[in-house]
């Protein structure tokens, strides 16, 4: 079936390194995407969202690129930093005019001092 | 603000048990979302609600879940008998606003469930 996935199931950095956490989308019909941060004993935290009329969104730190063509999304975060280390998931928005999530399985980001 | 608030924060019970989960949304938020979250996986749907109607259950095990929101502000997650398969994290989440375009969802810090 149609599903949200990640390429990398564990990313180590060094901190003060640039992160890229990878997603793969199946769905060619999805539009808007998410991604969310959860930290341990915690729900996820939202980060960043991107709708498919653009290539790329910038925020603080972080970045997510979304290229339609090979239906692949990507978060960049910028001078990585031990707070960073969480497990990333990229989210698909898909339903008929109401905001149902499809998440994907996440990656650990594991970011060393 | 105040966040999503749930309770208990863990549960513990034998298989065939019953057990029930409670979620308080942010205040003003009339979508809310239950998730079930499997150790190592993504939150997976299991029911949507408009303030007090489902939107969505699909994704529900209706013999054995039961989710209801009266008022539409609090819910309740109900599991009755639980199986081994259930052990997970149990998560609320709420929106401001229903639609597609606008879809950041705010989530609670989950209940871990374990079934014995």
């Known amino acids: 079936g149609e599903s949200v996935g990640l390429h990398l199931p564990t990313l180590s950095v060094q901190e003060g390194d640039n992160s890229i956490i990878n997603c793969a989308y199946s769905n060619s019909a999805s539009d808007y995407f998410i991604w969310y941060k959860q930290e341990s004993g915690k729900g996820p935290q939202f980060i960043i969202d991107i709708r498919s009329n653009m290539d790329k969104r910038q925020g603080q730190r972080v970045t997510v690129l979304l290229n339609k063509t090979v239906k692949h999304l990507s978060l960049q975060i910028a001078a990585t930093q031990p707070g960073d280390s969480a497990v990333y998931f990229c989210a698909e928005n898909r339903g008929s005019g109401y905001s149902t999530l499809t998440f994907g399985k996440g990656t650990m980001l594991l970011v060393s001092p | 603000e105040a966040g999503v608030a749930q309770s208990p924060r863990y549960k513990i019970i034998e298989k065939r048990q019953s057990v029930a989960f409670w979620c308080n949304p942010i205040?003003?938020?009339?979508?809310l979302y239950w998730y079930q979250q499997i150790l190592g996986q993504g939150p997976k749907l299991l029911i949507q609600f408009q303030n007090n109607g489902v939107v969505d259950d699909s994704q529900l095990p209706k013999d054995r879940f039961s989710a209801e929101r009266l008022k539409g502000v609090d819910s309740t997650l109900k599991i009755q008998p639980a199986k081994l398969e259930d052990s997970a994290v149990y998560l609320c989440a709420s929106s401001l606003y229903p639609d597609r375009s606008n879809g950041e969802q705010f989530f609670g810090p989950g209940t871990r469930l374990t079934v014995l």
């Open positions: 205040s003003g938020h009339a979508t």
